[in-house]
């Protein structure tokens, strides 16, 4: 039985799987920016039916969001397409070729079927019907097929030779196509090849309509047996002694039989009709339909043996194929297939020419992502040329993907910006129309007060932190003096007695040494805990310095009742999440981070004094080491050295840290100053705070009396919620 990796399968739906989860965050964003301006008109409409409104908002301008809606709208759509497609369940792979070239022996050798059902006819092309052949190792072979309605045999297949080759007016019905004589191939196309090989299939449908018209419109899908699935799918039988019109009907099949392989079970092959001058009219939307389906597509070409070279027929395919991937949005990798045949077959040894068109590929700017010579009748070779390209793909088309992803993200970006300019007109439309509110003048002055004292204030506070950074935190130094004073006087080393009791137990001064070891090393850890009190009294003592900046000199004290860091608390959880609708409140998270940040012996000390107790850690090299007679005595000598060379180390290395508890609140100060008073378009969110806290603390007006507030207008703005 012939096998395959199935690692490289696993590996695809694995980075399927990872982009597509990428691209569902993207959607929810950008889904949420087309609600939200589908709502910005709307409202723009209901705010001028409001009452008191005024006149600059009535003169409010119109807002050019349509055609940016629909560009965001057709990238929506590329995106959900590239995602319908990685969320697939299956790979798919689609082969093509020219009639005689060995696409049908190929699919023959990967997936068990024979000429019976996928016939690989000697005379013409054999295939008729777009179709898939899936794997189910637990059902006979059958096939499912899919009929035209009289609509779309006309429009799909009909119509278009009407159109291509100039033949007039097209029947509306199919009695009509039937009954009516077929008009004539114009002189102008009467010796072009490709347009005469148009018209003859067209003639086949039209004198054959009678074998096949009683299938459109028929049920679908029909399930048929494996013996009737040359009946439907099979222009011919393999040499040509009954030719088939059923297929003529079917718009799409479907085969389902046991692949010979047991690891590709979650692999699709989409076969079509030979296509290049095989008749076909609309080719193109035939290759569309085909990229747009699969993951990879393999062209088959059986040089000739006497000699060969790339045809123009060839080369044209292969452009219109390129040409179509480049322009749909799912990344799709073709490669090429050089079917060897051996000197024992009817086409006898082709290796030479093999060779000779895959050097020429490059020469003839035949670009494909890989290729591949094998015989296409040969099981293990076409398994081993479907393993080469898996490797492709997992290795790099996924990663193609990924940049037709950003491609799509960078043009939606570019649409954010169009809507942010639009919004802007709308905010400063906005500005004017609450200015002519001459109590919204008044709090203007007011607020722009509030935030010159408050910035003016908080600067001199960061020159002081700035200027002391580098000095010793007093409240930090006091609290070590403390902390080394509790860990001398209360060093738990035991007495001379303690250890021999021990040693009576253990009957191992080893053991009782190590033991000791432990146990005094926690206690001394229990006592540097107490510098989180030093470090807590140190913080808070520059939080206080910052409420009084706003207290003082923002004359923001009738915000909050309590002093000090309770004021930053306090003000942090009366700013709303969102200040501006959609954007999280820069303020509240400047507020909210400095009244929760905190230096704490673990996070900030912990770490650097692990190194110094190392001597109190058995089996480290910095241990002291018992001699070879050894006593309680000895351990007790031990201990007690041991204990002061740690807590000398570990106070060495806190005399280094004096001044970072002052390093640590300018920094975090500065960060609070620059995210509540530097940022870009900070102000707007203070005077929408200040503003709604004003209006709290006043009696309420009947709605009728009230003028409209910028809080009002930009409520009225604000996107309908995006729900799953």
């Avoid at 697939?88 to 699919?107: A, C, D, N, Y």
Wanted: hydrophobic share 35%; net charge neutral.
């Amino acid at each position: 039985m012939n096998t395959i990796k199935t690692g490289s399968i696993t590996s695809i739906f694995d980075k399927r799987h990872s982009l597509a989860a990428k691209i569902t965050n993207i959607e929810t964003n950008f889904k949420s920016l087309e609600s939200a301006i589908q709502s910005l008109e709307e409202n723009r409409r209901q705010l001028l039916t409001l009452p008191n409104i005024s006149k600059t908002v009535k003169d409010l301008p119109e807002i050019n969001l349509v055609e940016i809606r629909q560009n965001l709208g057709n990238e929506l759509v590329k995106l959900h397409k590239i995602k319908e497609h990685l969320c697939r369940k299956t790979i798919k792979i689609g082969v093509v070729g020219r009639p005689k070239q060995g696409k049908s022996r190929l699919l023959q050798s990967l997936t068990g079927l024979t000429g019976a059902e996928i016939p690989d006819g000697h005379r013409q092309c054999c295939t008729g019907v777009y179709c898939h052949i899936h794997n189910n190792f637990f059902e006979d072979t059958y096939a499912e097929v899919w009929f035209h309605s009289e609509d779309s045999f006309l429009a799909e297949v009909i119509y278009p030779y009407y159109e291509k080759l100039s033949l007039g007016l097209k029947p509306k019905t199919i009695d009509e196509f039937a009954a009516k004589t077929l008009p004539l191939l114009p002189s102008v196309f009467s010796s072009e090849t490709n347009q005469e090989t148009m018209y003859l299939r067209l003639v086949r449908y039209h004198i054959n309509i009678e074998k096949y018209r009683h299938l459109i419109g028929q049920p679908s899908p029909r399930r048929i047996s494996k013996s009737e699935i040359p009946e439907y799918i099979a222009q011919e039988t393999t040499y040509g002694q009954q030719s088939f019109f059923n297929y003529l009907a079917v718009r799409e099949a479907k085969i389902v039989c046991k692949f010979p392989n047991t690891d590709v079970g979650q692999i699709v092959f989409v076969d079509i009709p030979g296509i290049g001058n095989t008749g076909i009219c609309d080719e193109l939307s035939l290759i569309k339909k085909l990229v747009q389906d699969v993951d990879a597509i393999l062209f088959v070409r059986m040089p000739k043996s006497m000699g060969d070279r790339w045809q123009e027929v060839d080369i044209n395919l292969y452009e219109k194929v390129r040409t179509v991937i480049a322009e749909l949005p799912s990344h799709v990798s073709s490669f090429m297939v050089l079917n060897r045949t051996e000197a024992h077959s009817p086409y006898r040894d082709n290796s030479k020419i093999c060779q000779d068109l895959a050097l020429d590929m490059t020469v003839k700017s035949i670009n494909f992502a890989d290729y591949s010579i094998a015989n296409c009748a040969n099981s293990q070779e076409s398994y081993k040329l479907l393993e080469r390209f898996l490797n492709y793909l997992e290795e790099k088309n996924l990663d193609l993907g990924y940049k037709d992803i950003l491609s799509i993200q960078e043009k939606l970006a570019i649409v954010q910006g169009k809507v942010d300019v639009e919004l802007d007109k709308v905010g400063k439309a906005l500005d004017l129309a609450t200015q002519d509110n001459q109590g919204f003048a008044l709090f203007e002055i007011t607020f722009q007060e509030v935030v010159r004292d408050s910035t003016n204030g908080l600067e001199k506070l960061l020159q002081e932190l700035r200027k002391n950074r580098e000095s010793v935190d007093l409240e930090f130094k006091k609290q070590i003096e403390t902390v080394l004073q509790a860990c001398r006087s209360d060093t738990g080393i035991p007495s001379i007695q303690e250890i021999e009791h021990r040693y009576s137990l253990e009957k191992n001064y080893c053991a009782v040494y190590e033991k000791y070891l432990h146990e005094i090393r926690a206690r001394l850890l229990q006592h540097l805990l107490l510098l989180d009190e030093g470090l807590k009294r140190s913080l808070n003592k520059v939080k206080s310095q910052v409420a009084k900046v706003l207290i003082d000199k923002g004359h923001l004290g009738s915000l909050a009742q309590e002093p000090g860091v309770e004021f930053l608390h306090t003000i942090a959880t009366q700013i709303p999440d969102e200040l501006v609708p959609g954007t999280p409140s820069q303020l509240k998270y400047g507020f909210k981070t400095l009244a929760e940040y905190q230096l704490s012996y673990r996070g900030f000390i912990q770490h650097r004094l692990r190194k110094s107790l190392d001597g109190l850690t058995p089996n480290e090299p910095a241990t002291l080491k018992l001699t070879g007679s050894t006593s309680a005595e000895q351990v007790l000598l031990n201990l007690k050295i041991a204990y002061a060379e740690t807590l000398s180390k570990c106070e060495n290395t806190l005399k280094q840290l004096l001044s970072e508890p002052n390093q640590a609140a300018y920094a975090i100060v500065e960060e609070f100053v620059d995210t509540t008073f530097r940022k870009t378009n900070i102000e707007s969110e203070w005077q929408i705070f200040l503003q709604e806290e004003k209006q709290n603390k006043q009696e309420t007006p009947q709605e009728s009396d009230r003028l409209l507030t910028s809080r009002d207008v930009l409520n009225l703005v604000q996107p309908a919620p995006v729900t799953n």
